[in-house]
């Protein structure tokens, strides 16, 4: 077995008063998709956020291939290859496509010292993206606020791709999307897989995990219960360990 | 060829906004021609340009803010505090070259005051601000110590009222202060920046955007053109009165306002400010000579910016209201 691309020790988050995550252990591994399941208010979010530097954990620390790391800001996880795409999107709804998908690492030259946008490029290799994705969006000087949710989640998922990220993180990204946009979705988190990437795919929708997750992760209030190979396991038992009847969770929960 | 098109469909294209301002402006000289006879001439048409200077850097300066979701309410008094400043030196005997950088300096450090309790401090923009008139007002008073600075040596005037192959210093200077903050805007990784930040704060951090940077250096970047305006200011009347720049922060507002930008950030027109800034002097400039008081000039003022946003609303154009509706 290969070295995992990341590795989460311990990783705990308050909020004041609120334990959002304790004690949690995880491996990621390349050309793997992963999936995280849960009910509302597990800690899937708050999770992830941790691992795209938007949020500082509490405890515990990150180690990617090997080597600690501490992310202080979005930019730092980017930089060591994390690209996240958010469960609320954090696209800007006033910038246009090409704008959104470069939005802070933008391609530039320097004039006098001054960055100026290569505007020309940047639009060149979005329309790129987007036909790899086989994204149908007729105008894309548009601004994204005008644009339909599926085409939005193309966008971020354009945005991911352009970062060449060895780990793609997406938190329910068909949760909006109608049938044909969600096997596309799928069928991507497979592609990214294939290419080396590691993927991790949080979705309340089980049937949709198990035709893409080769791992699957469950989380119950801020802890991990469960870690099953997506073929060692099945739909019945799954369902059991995100509500708390599987007798695994219960002996979990009565130790703690 | 290409070039010249770009320039043109970028730099100075123009909206149905703009459009309506352009129109405005012209309609209310023909009212004003025909409502007084002192008005159509060439001595009143420089007045009017002359004293939009000011407010047409100050305007620049405040677009960006707006446009971040930003605002300074305090940037009349700054530019008192900068005029005081550049009294001082000249009164002083200063040499010239001091005389032109110590308004931009005292502008930059006063925008690096407001970005210390607004971006770092978190104070709403609005409040801080605020806060900072009050205090802002009172140093004007205890420098002045209750009198003006008048007949201040013409050292600036005869720098700043020169030409330049025919073209008024102050036209070039706002002609360039227009380009370099246009480039910045449109051109520029910042501009993208502000725009995110502008649209969503959060949204702007989770993309990667230093978002405290930018909104530091933005403010930086209105205090010092307001410094600039102060030099111009000083230049042109000779003299530092105790109300400086009272009524400044609102027409600014007033005027960016007018010209497009959002109230709400995200969205801005640079040109719509110049337009926006011609129109409220025209109007104050031309009620003053049909006979209305100058007491009414905050009236005009505050009646437009409720009148826009009032309209706005209605027509439910408030920007960026379409794509919170998308994302309902
Ligand atoms: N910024 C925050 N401040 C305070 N509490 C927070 C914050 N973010 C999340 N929480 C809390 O942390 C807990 C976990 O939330 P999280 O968003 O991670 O859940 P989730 O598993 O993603 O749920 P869902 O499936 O609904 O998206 C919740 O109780 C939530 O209220
Ligand atoms: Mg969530």
Redesign the interface.
């Known amino acids: 077995m290969t070295e995992p691309f990341l590795v989460a020790r311990n990783i705990a988050k308050r909020f004041g008063a609120l334990t959002a995550l304790a004690d949690v252990d995880l491996e990621i591994r390349s050309g793997e998709v992963l999936a995280l399941l849960g009910d509302n208010g597990a800690g899937k979010s708050t999770f992830i956020k941790i691992l795209a530097g938007a949020h500082p954990p509490s405890d515990g620390e990150l180690v990617i291939e090997g080597s600690p790391v501490a992310f202080s800001s979005p930019k730092d996880a980017a930089a060591s290859g994390i690209a996240t795409i958010f469960q609320e999107l954090a696209l800007s709804e006033n910038l246009s496509i090409a704008e959104n998908v470069f939005l802070g690492r933008e391609l530039k030259r320097s004039i006098f010292g001054i960055p100026f946008l290569k505007r020309k490029e940047m639009r060149q290799r979005v329309d790129g993206l987007l036909q790899e994705l086989d994204a149908h969006i007729s105008d894309p000087e548009a601004p994204v606020g005008s644009l339909s949710g599926g085409q939005r989640q193309a966008v971020a998922i354009c945005r991911a791709l352009n970062l060449n990220a060895r780990l793609v993180i997406m938190d329910e990204p068909t949760a909006a999307l109608a049938v044909a946009e969600t096997r596309k979705v799928l069928a991507l988190t497979r592609r990214l897989a294939a290419r080396g990437c590691a993927v991790v795919l949080i979705s309340h929708n089980i049937s949709e995990v198990f035709e893409v997750a080769d791992r699957i992760v469950v989380f119950r209030r801020g802890r991990k219960v469960a870690e099953r190979l997506a073929a060692e396991t099945n739909h019945e038992e799954v369902v059991s360990l995100i509500t708390g009847a599987h007798p695994d969770v219960r002996a979990l929960e009565k130790t703690n | 060829m290409n070039a010249v098109r770009q320039f043109r469909n970028g730099v100075i294209s123009m909206n149905g906004r703009e459009w309506s301002l352009l129109v405005a402006c012209l309609l209310a000289i023909v009212v004003f021609a025909v409502a007084s006879p002192h008005y159509a001439t060439s001595g009143n048409a420089i007045t009017v340009l002359r004293n939009s200077v000011e407010l047409l850097l100050i305007g620049l300066g405040m677009t960006l803010l707006l446009a971040m979701g930003g605002i300074d309410v305090s940037i009349g008094i700054v530019m008192g505090l900068a005029a005081i400043a550049i009294g001082r030196v000249l009164g002083a005997d200063g040499n010239p070259l001091l005389a032109l950088v110590v308004g931009p300096l005292v502008g930059a450090l006063l925008g690096c005051v407001t970005a210390a309790v607004v971006v770092l401090g978190r104070v709403p923009a609005i409040v801080g601000t605020l806060g900072l008139l009050g205090v802002y007002r009172t140093a004007v008073f205890v420098l002045l110590g209750g009198q003006w600075l008048s007949g201040l040596p013409a050292t600036l005037t005869n720098l700043l009222a020169a030409s330049v192959l025919g073209i008024p210093v102050p036209a070039l200077v706002i002609a360039s202060a227009y380009l370099a903050v246009w ?1 910045a805007l449109r ?3 910042y501009g ?2 502000l ?2 930040i ?3 704060e ?9 978002v405290v940077k930018v909104r530091f250096m933005t403010f930086v970047v209105s205090g010092v053109l307001t410094g600039i305006a102060a030099t111009f200011y000083v230049a042109t009347y000779r003299n530092v009165e105790m109300s400086i720049g009272s009524t400044l922060a609102l027409d600014a507002i007033a005027a960016v306002i007018l010209g497009g930008t959002s109230i709400l950030g ?2 801005c027109s640079l040109l719509g400010t110049v337009l926006g800034v011609l129109l409220l002097r025209i109007l104050q400039n031309g009620l003053l000579l049909i006979g209305v008081p100058s007491l009414w000039q905050p009236v005009v003022t505050g009646v437009l910016i409720i009148g826009v946003l009032g309209f706005e609303a209605i027509s439910n154009r408030l920007p ?1 209201a ?2 919170q509706r ?2 309902a």
């Open positions: 480039l051109r520029t990784p993208l920046h725009l995110a502008g649209n969503s959060e949204k702007a951090r989770l993309s990667g955007i230093p995200g969205r960026l379409r794509f998308a994302r």
